[in-house]
């Protein structure tokens, strides 16, 4: 049941699953002379196991916080080399007992708030993945994605008069919006046009290039989300 269990979707646990686990538990040849196993049994375990997946919460992951600690900027490029080097001794990795996360969607390659961090794996080629619940979706869109690669430190909103924390060739998290989607994309800034503010906020325009497919446009400050710096 073990390995049953991470990839049981939610809303197949019903009586009738069950009793046919405990039917196919009882006829295992290990079980001959056995007491039977009740289906209300496998539903006592079930039930703890999805206490335990539910309190596993952004903060609480071990081996995302182990690897975001030793590897803090690994995520933030899919051209970044991997690293297998621990933190240098005397050096302490940052503080991700209070963070929150976004992580990117191989679906469509945008960021998307973590809300729950579900379960994890190590693939064979040693790759560790985390199966990831966002904010605002159903478990029908939770989805495997790498640590290292796809799992980061949220990036974080500005205010009107954050704007000069904005710089040429920074990498922003940015708001494109399209007729049929709007999401968030990672960016490059090329270049700022600095305007005095006025009683709307922030008049500055920057210029941005998508990172995925390297097309350009004017964007304001409402329309960007700054990477936190370690």
Not at 220 to 227: A, K, M, P, S
């Amino acid at each position: 049941m073990e390995k049953l269990f991470p990839e049981v979707e939610e809303e197949s646990l019903n009586q009738n699953f069950y009793q046919k686990l405990a039917e196919k538990l009882n006829l295992a040849s290990g079980r001959a002379g056995k007491t039977a196993i009740q289906w209300k049994q496998v539903q006592s375990w079930f039930q703890r196991k999805q206490q335990q997946a539910s309190a596993t919460k952004v903060t609480s992951s071990p081996i995302v916080s182990k690897e975001l600690a030793i590897h803090p900027d690994a995520c933030v490029s899919n051209n970044a080399p991997e690293s297998s080097s621990d933190m240098p001794k005397g050096e302490k990795g940052p503080d991700v007992s209070e963070l929150e996360f976004e992580a990117r969607s191989s679906k469509d390659g945008a960021w998307y708030d973590v809300a729950t961090f579900l379960t994890h794996r190590i693939l064979s080629s040693g790759e560790p993945e985390v199966r990831v619940r966002y904010v605002g979706f159903g478990a029908e869109e939770d989805e495997w994605v790498n640590i290292k690669k796809a799992v980061r430190e949220r990036s974080l909103p500005l205010e009107p008069s954050e704007c000069r924390k904005v710089n040429t060739g920074d990498l922003v998290l940015c708001f494109r919006e399209r007729r049929d989607n709007a999401r968030y994309f990672d960016a490059h800034v090329l270049e700022i046009q600095r305007r005095l503010h006025d009683i709307r906020g922030c008049r500055c325009l920057f210029l941005v290039r998508y990172d995925h497919d390297h097309t350009e446009e004017k964007v304001n400050l409402r329309r960007i989300c700054r990477r936190p710096s370690y």
